[in-house]
């Protein structure tokens, strides 16, 4: 009776934890390729899992940082024209003060969306 109990119990903890990890996951992939400057692998993760960037911005931080910002201070340059194209211009204003900071480039992008 009790291995009854407990196998139900046990996969339910495992489903329910299991969706956490693969967030992890996910965003995890996403900031390497965004530090890596690999636009191309960011573009293929995100069709193949079905995922747009400006559904994740609000929810993914790398390092503490918005996905914009931390492209900045990674200097990756080609990813974070990707992103500023990809967002709502009204996102992209509103960073357009920190990103300058960390990036000219980026920040003049941002200033011409």
């Known amino acids: 009776m009790k291995k009854f109990i407990l196998l139900p119990i046990l996969l339910a903890t495992s489903v329910i934890t299991a969706p956490s990890a693969q967030a992890d996951d996910l ?53 974070g024209e990707y992103i500023i194209g990809k967002l709502p211009s009204k996102k992209v204003k509103a960073e357009i003060d920190n990103l300058a900071k960390y990036s000219a480039h980026l920040a003049e992008e941002a200033r011409d969306r």
């Open 27 to 79: 965003a995890l992939r996403i900031c390497e390729y965004v530090q890596a400057n690999d636009k191309s692998r960011l573009r293929s993760f995100l069709k193949q899992k079905r995922l747009k960037v400006r559904n994740i911005y609000d929810a993914l931080e790398c390092n503490g940082n918005s996905l914009l910002i931390f492209a900045a201070k990674s200097n990756a340059l080609e990813v």
